[in-house]
């Protein structure tokens, strides 16, 4: 079946340590995107990436880096300058073409505590 | 700057009945798209309707349609024949521009609970 899977679902992280957030897409979309939320909040982009090689910062890129060496992939690093990163984390794609939808299709998500 | 404005935290609705979700938006483009999301419990967000700035027609898909009123700069989300299953929060979001990568900008969300 085709879809996102981001790993680890739940991530436990000790102030000041750099961790490295999963998400992997079959769908063969060009695009992808990070987004972050937190409780009773809507979702904030973090970085997104319309081509390997190439990724842009959303609003809030602060304390955080992502890589796109392949079309499947796309990693985020929440590093141990984002002040306050506990929150969950949802990668996202979708296609860029003529059609004016182009969804983006999200993961399940990883849930980043701080501890 | 863009805005999404959900003014309802939470919505009770008795089964089986209809149920309208409010989006208003604020931007200077005249290219926009304006999405609705569902978030289960489980976390991962489903699309469910698109509506595009110069679409004539609202938006349907299933029991869902999107009440599009352009001057007024409202995209209200309907939902006929509500379902337990409809329970959870949604959310409305704006695209700047018509394709491309999306820069997705969210509401608050508005949590939904259906009453049996």
């Known amino acids: 079946d085709g879809g996102i899977t981001q790993s680890p679902k739940y991530l436990f992280r000790k102030e000041g340590q750099n961790v490295t957030l999963s998400c992997e897409q079959n769908l063969n979309h060009d695009a992808m995107y990070w987004y972050r939320q937190d409780p009773g909040q809507g979702l904030r982009l973090i970085y997104y990436?319309?081509?390997?090689?190439?990724?842009q910062k959303g609003d809030i890129a602060e304390g955080y880096s992502v890589s796109r060496e392949k079309k499947e992939s796309f990693p985020l690093t929440v590093t141990s300058a984002q002040k306050n990163p506990t929150a969950f984390y949802l990668c996202?794609?979708?296609?860029?073409?003529?059609?004016?939808?182009?969804?983006?299709?999200f993961g399940p998500g990883t849930r980043l505590t701080v501890l | 700057a863009q805005k999404i404005t959900q003014t309802q935290p939470g919505m009770f609705v008795q089964e089986k009945e209809a149920v309208t979700l409010d989006c208003t938006y604020d931007t200077s483009d005249q290219s926009y798209g304006l999405f609705w999301y569902k978030q289960p419990s489980s976390g991962e967000m489903i699309f469910l309707i698109y509506?595009?700035?110069?679409?004539?027609q609202n938006a349907t898909e299933g029991r869902y349609s999107l009440n599009f009123q352009k001057a007024r700069k409202s995209a209200n989300l309907v939902i006929s024949a509500s379902q337990l299953g409809d329970s959870a929060m949604y959310f409305c979001?704006?695209?700047?521009?018509?394709?491309?990568?999306?820069?997705?900008?969210f509401g608050q969300g508005t949590r939904l609970t259906i009453n049996p």
């Open positions: 996202a794609s979708s296609s860029i073409g003529t059609s004016p939808v182009n969804e983006q299709f």
């Open positions: 979001a704006m695209r700047e521009g018509i394709q491309g990568a999306q820069k997705l900008v």
């Open positions: 990436s319309q081509i390997v090689n190439d990724f």
């Open positions: 509506q595009g700035s110069y679409d004539e």
